[in-house]
Structure formats: C-alpha cells, structure tokens
C-alpha cells in the first residue's frame, strides 16, 4: 500500500455468482438494484445504478479499483454524502446518500467544515493527496439528500465526465426476465395530421402473443389497423423486469421499423450532463402528466443531440394509402427481448353521413353500409356500451326501439380492412340545452393547441368557437365531437390566439346556448425574450426557454382552498399549459413588498418555491400549475432532542447530539441550523427523509454540566430554540 493511502484494505473477496467484472461490486449489501441508467429523474436522467440496500443503514462501501479521492460533496439535497474516486483507468466513481465516510476522511471533512464554517461542503483534491486501493473501505451505505429511502447510488463516468451505464461493460447481474409493453401512442406533429380520424393523442392498449420457438422474442400487438393522415409521432409504453425484485426497470434499447426500415434507435448506453434538459423530449410529458406512464418518443423532436439517439432516426413519420407493418423491438441490459407488431395505414375511413329523425327514433344513411356498427351508453363520459336492437329498412334506414334511461347515447361507426372511422353520436332522446354544463380546456401539443370544450353530460348539439380579440375583431371555427363528451376545433396555429381577449362556445341549439370565458394570454416565441404581467404577477420568459413556439395564459382559480394556517397575500392563480416541460426555467415573480413567499400545488398541498436568498418575490417554473403568495408565522417543531436536556448520561453513552426538525408549511432552511455544545459550533446532517439533524460531539463534551443550544428557522423565517443542560459523569 502506498505512503499517502489512507484505507486498510479489506481481505475480502467478493463471491457473487452472478457477478463478473474487472470492477468490485461496491457494497457488500446485496447485488441487486432498484433503479437503472438512463430512467426519468425530475427534469434528468438518471446518470447511475441505485444498489438496494433493504432500509439498511451502515453497510460497507468499497473502492472498486484503485485511485484517488478527487471530490467530496456534502448537501442536504441531491446526492447528500458524495464520494467521487478518480481510477487509474481514467473513470470516475461517485458513490452518493452515504451515511458516513470511513474515519479518515471524516477527519478531513470537519477540518474543511470548520474552515469554511459551513455543514455543506464541495472540496476537490489533486491526485497526490488521497490515494486508494481496490477494495478499501471509503465509507458507508446511507439515506442523506434526496431520496424516498436507503440506498446507495452509484455511478460511472467516462475520462471527460460523462455517466456511461455500469451494465453495459463492467457489471452483469442474473436476468432472464423480459421487458413488458402495455400500450403505444400515436400523435398528431402538425395541423394536417389525422389519427383515427381524430385531431388528439390515440392510446391503443397491446395484446400479448406466445412466445416465438424460433427468435425466443415473446410478441406483442394492435388488434386493430391504426389509419393516420399526416406527419405523426409513434410513442411507447414499456418497461423491464429484473429477476427477485419488485421494482419496474426502465429498457435499454428501443428500436422501430416501418416495412423493415429501421426509423427510431435508442440505447440508453452513455450521454453528457448538458442533455438532462431533454429528458422530456425523449418521455412524452403530456401522457406521464395523464397517465403516471413513461411513454418513450420515438421520433427526434429537439432531441437530436442526445447520445442515447441514433442520427438516423426520424423527426415524423408520414404514410401513403398502403398497409405498413410496424415493428418495435425493445430489449433490457442482459438482452432479454420482445416485440410490439401493428398494422398502420395512411388513410382515412369517413364517418358515414346520416339524417338522424328524433321522433321517429330513425337514422337514414346516404348510402347503404354493411359495416355499420351501433353502440348504447349513458351521458357520462367512459360509461359502458351496451348493444342496441333495431330493424332495418331499404338498407339505408334504421329505426331503433326507445332507449330506456341512463342509455340514450347512440354511437356509431363504420370499419373497413380493419379500420374503423371515427364514431358519431347521437342523443336519442331529446336533452334540454339550458341543462348544458361543462369547461373549456385548452390542450397544447408541441406546435400547436387544441381549443376544446368538455361537457359534464352528453348534450347531442353541434356548436361553433367564437374567438374574440383585443381589436374587437373575431373568428368563427366549426367544432366536431373529439370524443363523446369533448367538442373540439381541431389543432390550430398557435398564432391564431395571438391578442385573444374571450372565447365563447355557441350552441346550435333553439334556443341558441352561449358559454363564454375571457382569456388572459400571449404567445410566446422560442427565440425571442418576453415578459407576461397579470394580477400583480408577471413571467419572464428569455430567448432559448422554450422548445417551440407556446402560448401561455393565466386564470384567477378559486377552485383551490387554501388552509386557514397560512396567510394569503395574492389568490392563487393557475398558470398554463401544464401538458408541455419548459426546455429552461422560466421567472414567476410577484409585485408584492409585503413578508410571504411564492407557494405552488402539488399533489394536494401547497408546496414552497421560493428563490432562496432573493428578497424580491420570485420563483423559478419548469412548467404551468397553480400559484400563490402565502405567509405563515407557525414556528419549526423541534422534537426528541438527544441527550435529553436536565438528564445524566455516562461519557461513553453520548458521541451525537440529534433531534428530529419538522416544518410543514414553508419548509425548514438547512442553512439556518444552529447547534452549540459548551460555546462550541457543531456541524451537522440534515436527512430530510427522516427529518433528522444530526451533529458529532466528542472533544466539545466535559465531565459535569454541559450547555447545549439549538437555534432552527424555517424558509420564512420563522424561528424555534432550545436551550438547556445535561450532565455527563
């Protein structure tokens, strides 16, 4: 062992049968993972593997081959405790979360917290400082930053920095199980483009087949033939399963063909850290917003920079009127494989043309059409369908038998080579339009927005979209049924809401039904910066923030109560579209001097945003949601403090002072902890996962009395203390 080593190395060897590498496994915890490289992180990917530790706290973590210590990293978010271990080879280990490091480098560590006078440090070292061999204990296994539990978070990057995935080349793990596919996704890339016969995302849910005898690829596919019109995107959800555990996996590789062309490639192998932006260009942020669901794009859009793509792959897809077999093969990091198997068209199958007769209850088709099929449901939209009797006449007319209440909703559709048009719909029996109700929802896509309006009920009239501008001028747009309970304009530009004052939907109904709702917005181009100001609030929007061309709106939302603990400056307001990532952070700030700080909701509770250390009132967003200015005065909680003030404890039982610190409503500032012990600063962890502060006491404890102070604040200023004394004889 080298002069300046600093570790004695372990006489272990590791003797896991199912792992093989030039590399040491980095704990001895266990060899199995709950997290792959490259699945979605907020905002990034994630650049490593995390190791399952079982909730356990304190297992060994080892130098996975020899070099030197070049980075210490200590946060109460992010990573917290990092290790970064420059190798002989020219890769960089991190190991992140830890608990603690080994004693050594603890020494070091509080030697830079004392010079520094800080608990969060970031120091880097030359490569003749600290050096390590393969095998040394360098600290242990954790739950400090950000995280949902203990584990150890593991990464390998390249000569130049850069995460390379650890599965890939150095580490094999047992895996005889395949990825899985639940559904695919078609959308729409431009105004032109019709799916099924409709302007909107179209979500078919995949059938499993048996297995192949011959490839060993077990097979998924679309039952029915999906038509599109147009340049459109291919999305799919998919995900891995890995032998004895629970977790869903994120694949490795992606890849699409369309009659045997290869169109899409992705293999989540290595990247650069200046890419963690894309992440949201890779997944679609609409569908994992609607559905929780990771839905991979299979098409470059703003992405093609990414190393995960391959530069071939397609920017939209467009079809002429043959039949396409499509083909996705999706396989994990231990070459388990499947396939996703369709039908795709480039046509399009009209909805057939009727004259629907309410008295009667008949419905005379154009032309005649054997294909016709017929459905019942009720007003609700996703309620069930049910058959419905009728008798035919001269081929062309449908008389049906009074429906009975719920099921009064006619639909019908028309399907040739297995496609099938888009339904129509019918209220057999007649709806009063002064029962109307429902929401307008403005739904944007990557180039362009839908302007819909979504009924609580089924009403069964047609209707336009009035758009009202600040120049008093106006637009009439046709609107068509999207779905049974949605009436749409289909896609339009989005420089046809530039200046939008109102929108108003009207009923084409006797008498004629208006709802209407004043639309506060602007346009907001990629390449240019802007500013938006409404209600005391204003967005600061600069040249490179956006991936495309967006509008942007805002609403006064009365919707969210807000709880009588906090005080509230400015209402809350919603900001959006919520469907679309920001490709930057955008400024939210608020003219208000007054005490309080910018909250937003998220997953029911109002949630601190706040820029630290900026007095104006300002928060950085990566997307809309609904915003307020809140204040509070309920002071940090501080519980379970050890050793326990006024209490006699013997030398040997008291080396930490801890104490649990709670804020619920602004959150506690890690910066502004104080603890003292007899005139002394301690430094200190804060594991937000398990709320703890926790802090070294060994040369500043005396026989006798001892002084303990602890001073904490919350994010709003808000200060609790403790003061008091025990005894160590």
């Known amino acids: 062992m080298k002069i300046k080593s600093i570790f004695i190395a372990i006489a272990i060897i590791m003797t896991y049968n199912d792992l093989y590498s030039e590399?040491?496994?980095?704990?001895?915890?266990?060899?199995?993972?709950?997290?792959?490289?490259?699945?979605?992180?907020?905002?990034?990917?994630?650049?490593?593997?995390?190791?399952?530790?079982?909730?356990?706290?304190?297992?060994?973590?080892?130098?996975?081959?020899?070099?030197?210590?070049?980075?210490?990293?200590?946060?109460?978010?992010?990573?917290?405790?990092?290790?970064?271990?420059?190798?002989?080879?020219?890769?960089?280990?991190?190991?992140?979360?830890?608990?603690?490091?080994?004693?050594?480098?603890?020494?070091?560590?509080?030697?830079?917290?004392?010079?520094?006078?800080?608990?969060?440090?970031?120091?880097?070292?030359?490569?003749?400082?600290?050096?390590?061999?393969?095998?040394?204990?360098?600290?242990?296994?954790?739950?400090?930053?950000?995280?949902?539990?203990?584990?150890?978070?593991?990464?390998?990057?390249?000569?130049?920095?850069?995460?390379?995935?650890?599965?890939?080349?150095?580490?094999?793990?047992?895996?005889?199980?395949?990825?899985?596919?639940?559904?695919?996704?078609?959308?729409?890339?431009?105004?032109?483009?019709?799916?099924?016969?409709?302007?909107?995302?179209?979500?078919?849910?995949l059938k499993p087949l048996k297995y192949n005898d011959v490839s060993n690829v077990y097979k998924y596919f679309m039952q029915d033939t999906v038509s599109i019109l147009g340049n459109f995107g291919i999305a799919i959800d998919t995900y891995d399963k890995i032998n004895n555990s629970p977790f869903k996996f994120g694949v490795y590789k992606i890849e699409a063909l369309i009659d045997n062309k290869k169109v899409y490639d992705i293999s989540f192998n290595n990247y650069s850290?200046?890419?963690?932006?894309?992440?949201?260009?890779?997944?679609?942020?609409?569908?994992?917003?609607?559905?929780?669901?990771?839905?991979?794009?299979?098409?470059?859009?703003?992405?093609?920079?990414?190393?995960?793509?391959?530069?071939t792959s397609n920017h939209g897809l467009n079809l002429d009127k043959k039949f396409h077999n499509l083909i996705i093969n999706i396989s994990d990091n231990f070459n388990n494989k499947i396939q996703v198997q369709g039908i795709i068209k480039g046509d399009i199958i009209p909805s057939p043309q009727a004259i629907f007769n309410q008295k009667e209850l008949s419905l005379s088709l154009v032309k005649p059409d054997k294909n016709i099929e017929f459905r019942l449901s009720t007003r609700y939209e996703n309620s069930r369908e049910i058959p419905i009797t009728y008798t035919l006449f001269d081929s062309t007319i449908y008389k049906f038998e009074k429906p009975k209440k719920p099921y009064e909703v006619l639909s019908f559709y028309t399907k040739e080579n297995g496609i099938k048009s888009h339904p129509s719909y019918i209220s057999l029996l007649p709806y009063d339009p002064f029962k109307i109700t429902g929401e307008f929802k403005l739904q944007h896509f990557d180039n362009n927005i839908l302007l819909n309006f979504i009924e609580d009920k089924f009403s069964g009239y047609d209707a336009e979209l009035l758009i009202e501008y600040n120049n008093k001028s106006s637009k009439k747009i046709k609107m068509y049924r999207l779905n049974k309970n949605t009436l749409s304009t289909r896609l339009l530009n989005i420089e046809l809401l530039s200046n939008?004052?109102?929108?108003?939907?009207?009923?084409?109904?006797?008498?004629?039904?208006?709802?209407?709702?004043?639309?506060?917005?602007?346009?907001?181009?990629?390449?240019?910066?802007?500013?938006?100001?409404f209600s005391n609030y204003s967005l600061s929007v600069d040249k490179g923030s956006l991936y495309n061309d967006t509008f942007i709106w805002s609403s006064i939302n009365n919707a969210y109560k807000i709880p009588k603990k906090y005080n509230v400056i400015s209402k809350a307001i919603t900001i959006s579209p919520d469907n679309i990532p920001f490709k930057n952070k955008v400024l939210l700030s608020h003219s208000n001097d007054k005490n309080g700080a910018i909250f937003q909701f998220i997953q029911d509770k109002w949630i601190y945003i706040q820029n630290s250390n900026i007095e104006n009132l300002n928060a950085t967003i990566t997307t809309g949601g609904t915003f307020a200015v809140l204040t509070e005065n309920i002071k940090p909680d501080i519980s379970n403090v050890f050793p326990n003030l006024n209490s006699n404890y013997k030398a040997n039982d008291v080396n930490i002072i801890s104490f649990n610190l709670i804020d619920k409503e602004s959150g506690v500032n890690d910066q502004k902890i104080e603890i003292h012990l007899n005139g002394e600063k301690l430094y200190y962890d804060y594991i937000r996962y398990r709320d703890l502060v926790a802090a070294k006491a060994k040369y500043e404890l005396i026989i006798g009395k001892n002084h303990l102070s602890i001073k904490c604040s919350d994010n709003l200023g808000n200060i609790s203390q403790i003061e008091g004394h025990f005894t160590i004889e």
Not at 126 to 151: A, E, M
């Open 500 to 533: 939008v004052n109102k929108i108003s939907i009207i009923y084409l109904s006797t008498p004629e039904i208006i709802y209407s709702e004043f639309i506060n917005g602007s346009v907001f181009y990629k390449n240019e910066n802007k500013n938006f100001m």
């Open 23 to 205: 590399y040491l496994w980095p704990t001895n915890t266990s060899n199995s993972i709950t997290t792959l490289f490259g699945e979605r992180r907020t905002r990034r990917f994630h650049a490593g593997i995390d190791v399952r530790t079982y909730g356990n706290i304190g297992d060994k973590i080892f130098a996975v081959e020899s070099g030197y210590i070049s980075r210490i990293k200590i946060t109460s978010d992010g990573y917290g405790k990092a290790l970064y271990l420059k190798l002989n080879d020219g890769n960089t280990i991190l190991y992140a979360h830890l608990d603690r490091y080994n004693d050594f480098i603890e020494s070091i560590i509080i030697n830079h917290q004392k010079e520094k006078d800080n608990s969060f440090i970031d120091q880097h070292f030359s490569k003749d400082q600290y050096q390590v061999n393969k095998g040394d204990i360098i600290g242990y296994c954790g739950d400090t930053g950000s995280l949902s539990g203990p584990h150890l978070h593991f990464e390998i990057r390249d000569k130049n920095n850069n995460p390379i995935n650890p599965l890939e080349k150095y580490y094999t793990l047992e895996d005889t199980l395949k990825p899985i596919a639940e559904s695919i996704a078609f959308l729409p890339l431009n105004k032109n483009c019709y799916i099924n016969g409709k302007q909107d995302y179209e979500v078919i849910d």
């Open 273 to 311: 850290f200046n890419q963690d932006h894309l992440i949201y260009r890779e997944l679609d942020y609409h569908l994992l917003n609607k559905y929780n669901k990771n839905y991979h794009r299979l098409f470059i859009n703003h992405n093609e920079d990414l190393n995960f793509i391959s530069s």
